[in-house]
């Protein structure tokens, strides 16, 4: 079983940065690869960011491309998202998720969420 907590979520205005860490279960997080994804209010959750196991591939979409980075540190079991030019449409709960093997496909494992909120 994967636990997966995230943090550093919070309010911030248009143009903030944030960064989002999770914390992942140690003796799995070098097999998995990790995404990041939202889910704003009245939507479909969407895929914000995905990182390989080596973290040599990432994929972004294209609504964060040049904004958002995401990383992992694989010694640390810790996956961040680092946010910058904040909008106030990256409004959402972001949630970190873990998948054996490929960041292609459906995510296995899911952390509770954090609030992101972005004032304009």
């Known amino acids: 079983q994967v636990q997966l907590v995230e943090s550093g979520g919070g309010l911030v205005q248009a143009g903030d940065s944030l960064r989002l860490s999770c914390r992942t279960s140690?003796?799995?997080?070098?097999?998995?690869?990790m995404g990041w994804f939202r889910q704003a209010p009245g939507k479909e959750r969407e895929i914000v960011a995905g990182?390989?196991?080596?973290?040599?591939?990432?994929f972004y979409a294209d609504s964060v491309k040049g904004r958002f980075t995401i990383s992992r540190d694989n010694a640390e079991n810790l996956v961040y998202l680092q946010m910058n030019s904040l909008k106030p449409e990256d409004t959402a709960v972001y949630y970190c998720?873990?998948?054996?093997?490929?960041?292609?496909?459906?995510?296995?494992?899911w952390g509770q969420g954090t609030q992101v909120t972005v004032s304009s």
């Open positions: 140690p003796h799995t997080f070098s097999a998995y690869a």
């Open positions: 990182i390989s196991v080596s973290g040599v591939s990432t």
């Open positions: 998720a873990a998948r054996r093997g490929s960041y292609v496909g459906n995510f296995s494992y």
